[in-house]
């Protein structure tokens, strides 16, 4: 039986193969190449998030969910509310790319949706460091839905904004991304990349297996917005990387997701490690 040492080894491995295959192909990809290979199906570009993105997200939404109601973290709130809001901008931007949508109104909804999605990461390693919980086990539902409700809300709200044209423009075809996109995308990237070093910082603590895959999960997704930055034309190699990446981080965030406690427990305000304790059986590798 492979031990849990090797298993996180060789969960680390896939995120330098992206950075090195980004860095390959920005190397080796002229423009006038990259226009030539650019594969863009927009049905199957669709499907796949919603598969691998909505999909899982509402898995991992709904073990949070749980977990939440029965042991009141926080940090297990922010997390579902986060991977919720990334899950939904990601499906919703995957079937608008066409009518009645376009590419504006997708980026649109993806980047600035990424940006909200890592607000919840970056609150939720916070809350983690504090060991934070609800103990008002009664005010829970309502928590709950303020933080659901409103982080699907707001996605709502900003998708038929951007349907109307009332939202700045990200992408302006023929001339490209605009520098307000770069500033979305650059926060994001920033906001996702700490997340993944604060889990990480935790997971040292800790030694939970939870705390590595989500980093591991939050780091794929960084990489794939930074891939952002190198992409020469919609659907080339370049922007193949930056969807994959964030494909992949959704099944492994559920995995480990999985193994959240039925019963969440902060053992002691002294102990970073105690923020996420688990008292079930483990159904992830640890």
């Not at 002229?30 to 650019?38: F, L, Y």
């Not at 604060?198 to 794939?224: K, P």
């Not at 990446?245 to 959704?250: A, D, E, I, R, Y």
Request: hydrophobic residues 50%.
């Amino acid at each position: 039986m492979i031990s849990p040492n090797t298993t996180r080894r060789i969960g680390v491995v896939p995120v330098p193969i992206f950075v090195a295959l980004i860095a390959i192909f920005d190397v080796i990809l002229p423009t006038s190449v990259a226009a030539s290979v650019a594969f863009n199906p927009l049905l199957v570009f669709a499907m796949l998030q919603t598969l691998f993105l909505f999909g899982t997200a509402v898995v991992v939404a709904y073990i949070s969910l749980k977990s939440y109601l029965s042991g009141g973290s926080r940090t297990i709130l922010l997390l579902g509310s986060g991977t919720l809001a990334w899950g939904f901008a990601s499906m919703v931007a995957g079937w608008l790319l066409g009518p009645p949508g376009g590419p504006n109104v997708a980026v649109t909804i993806s980047n600035s949706g990424a940006l909200f999605a890592s607000l919840f990461y970056i609150a939720s390693a916070t809350t983690t460091m504090r060991s934070g919980s609800t103990r008002d086990s009664k005010s829970r539902k309502s928590k709950l839905l303020l933080a659901y409700g409103g982080a699907v809300g707001f996605l709502v709200a900003l998708t038929v904004f951007a349907l109307l044209g009332a939202t700045p423009a990200f992408f302006v075809p023929g001339a490209g991304s605009t520098l307000l996109r770069q500033v979305v995308v650059a926060a994001g990237l920033f906001m996702f990349s700490a997340s993944s070093i604060l889990f990480m910082r935790l997971y040292h603590d800790s030694r939970s297996g939870i705390l590595f895959w989500y980093s591991m999960a939050l780091a794929l997704t960084t990489v794939g917005l930074g891939a952002f930055y190198f992409g020469r034309t919609v659907g080339d190699p370049l922007i193949s990387e930056e969807y994959t990446p964030p494909l992949l981080s959704g099944p492994l965030s559920e995995a480990h997701t999985a193994a959240l406690p039925v019963q969440y427990l902060l053992r002691s305000r002294n102990s970073v490690g105690s923020a996420l304790s688990i008292f079930s059986t483990q159904m992830c590798i640890q």
